[in-house]
């Protein structure tokens, strides 16, 4: 999917008469490109899982987190091919990846209050 808006976004900036050349990106850009469409992959499996109507959500709030906080936390550590992707990571997307990380944590902390969450329990 990425090569396709490759192409297409390679082909706009390269026209001077658009004046769209400090748009340009480059090789590096695209890898990260790339990775981010990989690695967001889960959430948007997630965010159409609890979209579905019919189905409770709240008992699965707690296994999908820890789905997504191990999948973040294996491409986070992207140690020679360990990482759920099975690819280097570029620096820039497993630092991000280790702040959503760190933030999903955060969230999932709020869960021992929740009386909602107890109750569904």
Request: proline fraction near 2%.
């Amino acid at each position: 999917m990425t090569l396709e808006y490759c192409l297409a976004v390679d082909s706009i900036t390269a026209d001077k008469s658009l004046n769209l050349r400090s748009y340009e990106l480059f090789d590096n850009d695209w890898k990260v490109v790339s990775d981010l469409i990989s690695v967001l992959q889960i959430f948007k499996e997630a965010t159409l899982f609890f979209s579905i109507d019919n189905k409770p959500s709240i008992a699965n709030v707690i296994p999908t987190m820890d789905r997504i906080d191990q999948m973040l936390k294996r491409s986070s550590l992207d140690t020679a091919k360990t990482n759920s992707l099975d690819k280097a990571l570029e620096p820039s997307v497993k630092h991000a990846l280790t702040f959503a990380r760190s933030h999903l944590n955060k969230y999932y902390s709020k869960t021992d209050t929740s009386n909602v969450y107890r109750i569904a329990i």
